[in-house]
């Protein structure tokens, strides 16, 4: 339950900033804006990596599964000491980076595996 009050204050958090730089936010699918560092607790649902663009997107559930995201680009894959898709999905992590809007969507995109910590 507790988990789930961090990731509903943060997300509002998040929408609150968005609102007070609204001319810096366009929801548009080529749009990338930046927010602040944050954390955010929650269980991984999914983990998928891209071979194309080597990209590595985690799911994280809460409220609407899959509303936000944690991504990791390339190179960065290589810091985990296994395939973060598998290192992580169905564990309760805690992710600390910079938020992100990607296509609309929440992400927070992280270099190294000091960035996540899985929760007992």
């Known amino acids: ?8 204050l943060t997300l509002f958090a998040v929408i609150s900033l968005m609102w007070k730089k609204a001319d810096l936010f366009k929801f548009a699918n080529t749009s990338v804006s930046k927010i602040s560092d944050t954390s955010v607790c929650d ?6 990596y891209s071979a194309g663009d080597q990209i590595t997107t985690l799911s994280l559930g809460g409220i609407s599964p899959g509303q936000i995201r944690i991504i ?12 973060p898709e598998k290192l992580y999905i ?11 809007t990607q296509d609309g969507q929440l992400s927070i995109v992280i270099k190294d595996p000091g960035q996540i910590v899985v929760q007992q």
Do not use: A
């Not at 339950?1 to 509903?8: F, N, T």
């Not at 269980?43 to 998928?48: E, F, H, I, P, T």
């Open 1 to 8: 339950m507790y988990k789930y009050g961090i990731l509903i």
């Open 72 to 83: 990791i680009k390339g190179k960065d894959r290589d810091n985990f000491p296994s395939p």
């Open 90 to 100: 169905g564990k309760t992590v805690c992710v600390k980076g910079s938020v992100e």
């Open 43 to 48: 269980k991984v649902l999914d983990g998928k």
